[in-house]
């Protein structure tokens, strides 16, 4: 049995978490899913987005799925996600993005992962005012986590047969920094002669992916322009609500979907759970089970095309748990 922590979050969060735990349960796997939630609704009740036992949890399980959480926008509490990686030192979020069949793309054959460090750069978070009219923050890079999350690229190619890894940077500018980062991974890529390596500066590199996104496989950048990238390539294959992710490190996962928690649609059951049940196979993946995984992607997508039990933003009528149920079903044919 596989204990694991449940965040379900704020806004469309609980839903969506609700209907990917449906789907997995009808694998027949046994989780025993233990719910600790964070958030804005959490610091209304308790004091705190993001409590101690939440934490203590997380560090006994190993392994959480977490829903969105709502993040203020210019004040109140700091990011819960940044928290949760810097705590747990989370430095790796993986972005797999990839054309469904069934989604209206451009890009119907977009098969691609972005792996983003996850701690430092402008995210670090290190910000102050010098007076009323200037505000300063710091880039932070290191060596040491550089030439780790260049490293932990290339293992995902050997792991998850890929072939190439791009180093996206803006080291032409930014040469101090980013020019670090971009010798970390450089230097990385010599113990890894068998995969092909290439680098791009961040501009010309999102030009690139909109051309021709095939040309790319795994793509390993700093912080913000992970963030950016990613969203940009999920809008490529239809929206965030079809893109899953993780938050990796050495002993700790926290497993979420890209998108955020819509409070304008919370509680109307109509919200797309398509992120967090991908997001739940990636975790099946990581814990081994990895048919079960295969069973659920293939599902989703044989709904998704069928176009029958699929949410309003994909054309549908049908609620969140209704196309957890179908899903659940093409799983035990």
Request: glycine content about 10%.
């Amino acid at each position: 049995m596989y204990n694991i922590t449940v965040i379900p979050g704020d806004g469309i969060g609980p839903e969506v978490v609700e209907a990917s735990k449906y789907v997995v349960d009808s694998t027949g796997i046994n989780i025993n899913w233990e719910e600790v939630n964070a958030g804005a609704s959490v610091l209304e009740e308790e004091g705190t987005a993001l409590p101690d036992k939440l934490l203590k949890n997380i560090e006994k399980n190993r392994v959480a799925l977490k829903g969105p959480v709502t993040t203020p926008v210019g004040s109140g509490f700091r990011s819960i996600n940044v928290e949760l990686r810097k705590k747990f030192n989370l430095y790796a979020n993986v972005r797999p993005v990839t054309a469904i069949p069934g989604i209206f793309s451009r890009y119907p054959r977009m098969d691609l992962v972005i792996i983003r460090e996850n701690t430092q750069d402008l995210y670090s978070g290190i910000e102050y005012s010098t007076d009323d009219s200037s505000a300063h923050a710091i880039k932070l890079v290191t060596r040491e986590a550089s030439e780790r999350i260049g490293r932990f690229a290339f293992d995902y190619c050997g792991k998850n047969n890929r072939r190439k890894v791009t180093c996206v940077h803006k080291a032409n500018i930014l040469k101090l920094t980013d020019g670090l980062f971009l010798e970390s991974v450089r230097n990385m890529a010599k113990d890894y002669p068998d995969i092909e390596y290439e680098e791009l500066i961040v501009d010309n590199a999102c030009m690139q992916v909109v051309i021709d996104p095939g040309r790319f496989d795994v793509l390993v950048m700093p912080n913000l322009y992970g963030d950016i990238m990613s969203d940009m390539c999920a809008g490529m294959v239809g929206g965030l609500g079809l893109v899953p992710g993780a938050n990796m490190g050495d002993e700790i996962v926290i497993f979420e979907a890209v998108h955020g928690s819509a409070p304008d649609i919370a509680g109307r059951g109509i919200a797309n759970p398509t992120a967090v049940i991908l997001t739940s196979a990636m975790m099946l993946d990581y814990l081994g089970e990895e048919r079960s995984a295969g069973i659920i992607r293939r599902a989703v997508y044989s709904v998704i095309k069928e176009g029958v039990w699929i949410t309003p933003d994909l054309g549908g009528k049908a609620t969140t748990m209704d196309m957890a149920r179908a899903i659940a079903e093409y799983v035990n044919i």
